[in-house]
């Protein structure tokens, strides 16, 4: 299997770069490249950026083997919840995750019950080694490269909502997730100052633990 996976990356990574390479020769037809790009490589899918809040100042605190154990436990109890869910974890970076789904409601549902295995799980830790999930939702056309990455307007969004935006215990999703979720059947959206660039707005999902 890791081999086959190592085939399928590289030849979808290849394939790309050689596009990307006639799109930069003179007198290229971009539009024509960029179609052929997205006939390739375009697909529909839901992304999840997750971020543990407060590891700078834990690593400074408590040293980097506290932060490398807070990541194992973080992945030890949430990778389970993504796959139940049907999400596909593309990337871990530090203590971030990128994590892709077909359907927007299986991931607002996995989002909620990741948040609600990590609550479970702090009630019996000390606060040092509690794990405090952000989390930022997008969804729509994207360029997905093999099992290696995804790139698009969506998956941008999601980062900065994930990563940059959202504190302990939120989940902010986008505008174009908002509109193709399953009504209020996972909570109440409720609008937030911020609308990252890509998105046409923003929102925290009210949801309870």
């Known amino acids: 299997m890791p081999f086959t996976y190592q085939i399928a990356s590289s030849a979808s990574q290849d394939r790309l770069e050689k596009l990307i390479r006639s799109r930069l020769e003179t007198g290229a037809e971009k539009a024509l490249v960029d179609r052929k790009i997205w006939d ?40 389970p919840v993504i796959e139940q869910h049907g999400g596909i974890l593309l990337k871990l970076e530090g203590d971030s995750m990128l994590v892709i789904f077909r359907n927007v409601d299986e991931a607002i549902t996995a989002a909620i019950n990741m948040q609600r295995a990590c609550h479970s799980y702090n009630q019996t830790r000390a606060a040092a080694e509690q794990i405090l999930m952000c989390i930022g939702l997008g969804f729509g056309d994207v360029l997905r490269i093999g099992d290696a990455d995804v790139f698009g307007a969506e998956v941008n969004a999601a980062s900065k909502l994930g990563e940059d935006t959202a504190e302990s215990w939120e989940i902010l999703v986008t505008g174009s997730v908002r509109d193709a979720a399953n009504g209020g059947a996972h909570g109440s ?21």
């Open 40 to 79: 390739l490589f375009g697909e529909r899918w839901a992304v999840m950026f997750t971020d543990l809040s407060g590891f700078s100042r834990q690593v400074d605190e408590f040293g980097i083997i506290h932060f490398l154990q807070t990541i194992y436990e973080s992945h030890r109890i949430l990778v």
């Open 189 to 209: 959206f409720m609008p937030i100052d911020y609308t990252p660039p890509g998105a046409s707005a923003a929102f925290r999902l009210d949801y309870a633990l």
